[in-house]
């Protein structure tokens, strides 16, 4: 089989699909690693978090289409100084055993190779998405995020001589 994985800007059209995705991939995560059966960020399941992601002047959003088949999206943050920050990557459950985080993480790498640093923030009970940042992406923790709510967060970094 060759697996084709292209990358397209995403369009309001997407924002269902990619809404149900997100959703789907957020409440997997969170039952893996709590009790509880559905979170995620703010607005991770109503449609306002893709469109504000899509939307925000400062950000690059694509959906992640693997086989003709929308799975999934990433959103890059421009900072000053070729800062950048991975503001969401989320691939459908279904999809998992085809590695396609790591595929992707490398598109982008490829893609915003003039990155001097790039940070991550993951919930601290997403154990599974730790070891991803880590063990196959490079980065390093950086620091702990603790909110007003009593949730907590890690900071992940990847800076330009650990590429």
């Known amino acids: 089989m060759n697996d084709k994985i292209v990358y397209l800007k995403i369009s309001p059209i997407d924002y269902r699909i990619l809404t149900e995705i997100m959703t789907s991939a ?12 559905e979170d995620g960020p703010t607005g991770y399941n109503d449609g306002s978090l893709i469109k504000w992601l899509n939307e925000h002047k400062s950000f690059e959003s694509y959906k992640i289409v693997y086989n003709n088949t929308i799975v999934g999206a990433y959103t890059i943050g421009i900072n000053p100084n070729n800062n950048y920050s991975l503001e969401m990557l989320f691939i459908d459950p279904k999809y998992r055993k085809n590695h396609l985080g790591t595929i992707v993480w490398k598109h982008i790498e ?25 063990e196959k992406c490079g980065f390093v923790f950086h620091r702990e995020n603790v909110y007003k ?5 890690f900071i992940f970094e990847k800076r330009k001589y650990y590429l």
């Open 110 to 134: 490829e893609k915003y190779i003039d990155a001097n640093k790039w940070t991550v923030e993951t919930p601290d009970y997403s154990k599974r998405n730790h070891y991803f940042y880590t």
């Open 149 to 153: 709510d009593g949730s907590k967060s």
């Open 26 to 37: 957020f409440n997997e995560d969170t039952s893996l690693h709590t009790d509880l059966k």
